[in-house]
């Protein structure tokens, strides 16, 4: 190994004075904000929680790490932006994040992290999934009267020979097609699947265990399932209608739904002739789809511009009015897709390339557990603030992002953070009211 304090040479000059430049300043981090997490994680009990329900089939005898210390230590590890286990490989020296999960040795290496990935298994990926639901339930002090669940499913493209990889024509890649499952901003289901198969596949089940468990924990619950047009399938509103849910779902446009709009296109059409300006209004019609047993509500948001006629779709069981229900309900749903950008860009939930299937989905729920602690810091110490609607990777930047020296006893572990931190009052903020009740 080379020597630290061996100066680095070629560096210019400052106001005429020599520049001496080396990696012996001792032990600092560049990830202060650790400090925060760790307290978000802590209040939540989500790691310990998420580690007392896998199985751990290694000989007690032998374990140097345990499943808790590697769990935090990915998770925490994709809170701060390391999204690679070969980033592990440096993080395992770090003091402050050796700190953080209680330990005073070098962490788990980049093999040994693989190693718990890749003996994951779909029962793993059941109980991690409970544990999330678990806590988004934890999270409220009273019973919800309304809860509005949206489903969606997005492409993460692989670029391996990984198990059950298969090529997608819509998206034109090889990919899997992982389905979402939020309510507001917290993420309840993050469920890996194959591309091969329909974008609705496996939502029915998902939303029939989500309001088993949901209605377990408060049983006069108002639960409204909203979605694009690829989750209108005739047995999940079949569904819905018989389990008392409520559903706000788009309904792809054809012939026939264009056909009962004509005259109110043919209206919009000479308004706008009259008055260039682009027309918008919003009907409402039974229809009945071929594979529907019966009619139903649909709503149509009808407009007409520069670019001609531009119809959109919903089909719903609600009663409400229908411009409310089109442009304060189902355009909620947008919200859910920068959710989704969220997870997938700030949080690397598309860093499927283990060659396992499960534990692909295995990484996809430890990006997961990073956004909930990050989702969780934004609404329990952040609101009120600038930063509570800021993106993980932009919250990363600008409060986790701090220079850190750390000084270790047998007595006491002592964190300096930069004294020239932008927002100190903030971080301040938000660890005062992590520590309250």
């Given amino acids: 190994m080379s020597d630290c304090k061996a100066k680095l040479h070629g560096f210019s000059p400052l106001k005429g004075r020599k520049l001496d430049v080396n990696f012996g300043g001792g032990e600092v981090s560049s990830d202060g904000g650790l400090l925060l997490v760790r307290e978000v994680d802590r209040r939540l009990r989500l790691t310990e929680r998420a580690a007392a329900v896998l199985t751990d089939p290694r000989n007690p005898d032998l374990i140097v790490h345990?499943?808790?210390n590697m769990l935090r230590q990915r998770v925490y590890a994709i809170a701060q932006g390391y999204e690679d286990l070969n980033d592990h490989d440096s993080l395992r020296g770090d003091t402050l994040l050796q700190s953080m999960l209680d330990r005073d040795e070098a962490l788990a290496s980049a093999p040994t992290l693989c190693r718990l990935e890749n003996r994951a298994s779909r029962q793993a990926a059941i109980a991690l999934h409970g544990q999330l639901v678990d806590t988004f339930i934890a999270s409220f002090t009273r019973a919800p009267e309304e809860?509005?669940?949206?489903?969606?499913?997005?492409?993460d493209p692989v670029h391996g020979k990984q198990e059950h990889r298969f090529f997608h024509g819509y998206y034109d890649s090889y990919c899997f097609l992982p389905l979402y499952v939020?309510?507001?901003e917290q993420l309840l289901v993050s469920y890996l699947r194959p591309?091969?198969?329909?974008?609705?596949?496996h939502a029915w089940a998902v939303l029939g265990l989500l309001v088993k468990r949901l209605r377990r924990a408060w049983p006069k619950v108002k639960i409204i399932l909203r979605a694009d047009s690829g989750f209108c399938r005739h047995r999940?509103?079949?569904?819905?209608d018989h389990?008392?849910?409520?559903?706000?779902?788009g309904l792809a446009r054809n012939a026939r739904l264009q056909a009962q709009c004509a005259h109110w296109h043919e209206q919009l059409s000479a308004q706008y002739q009259n008055t260039p300006v682009k027309q918008r209004a919003i009907f409402e019609f039974r229809y009945a789809a071929k594979s529907w047993r019966s009619e139903r509500r649909v709503i149509a948001r009808l407009e007409y511009g520069d670019l001609g006629e531009n119809p959109r779709f919903i089909v719903t069981n609600l009663t409400d009015e229908a411009t409310t229900l089109y442009d304060e309900i189902y355009c909620g749903r947008g919200e859910a897709e920068n959710r989704i950008k969220e997870a997938q860009l700030g949080l690397f939930a598309d860093r499927t390339s283990c060659h396992y299937f499960a534990a692909n989905q295995f990484r996809l729920l430890l990006s997961s557990f990073a956004y909930v602690l990050m989702e969780r810091l934004r609404t329990l110490a952040l609101c009120g603030t600038d930063f509570a609607r800021m993106q993980a990777g932009t919250l990363r930047c600008k409060l986790l992002k701090i220079g850190a020296v750390i000084v270790r006893n047998t007595r006491r572990v002592k964190v300096m953070l930069s004294s020239a931190f932008a927002y100190r009052d903030i971080f301040t903020h938000a660890l005062t009211a992590l520590r309250s009740p």
């Fill in 195 to 201: 591309s091969k198969i329909d974008g609705a596949k």
């Fill in 243 to 249: 389990h008392g849910v409520g559903y706000c779902v």
């Fill in 182 to 184: 939020f309510c507001g």
């Fill in 236 to 240: 999940m509103l079949d569904w819905c």
């Fill in 147 to 155: 809860l509005i669940l949206d489903f969606d499913a997005t492409d």
């Fill in 66 to 68: 345990t499943q808790l």
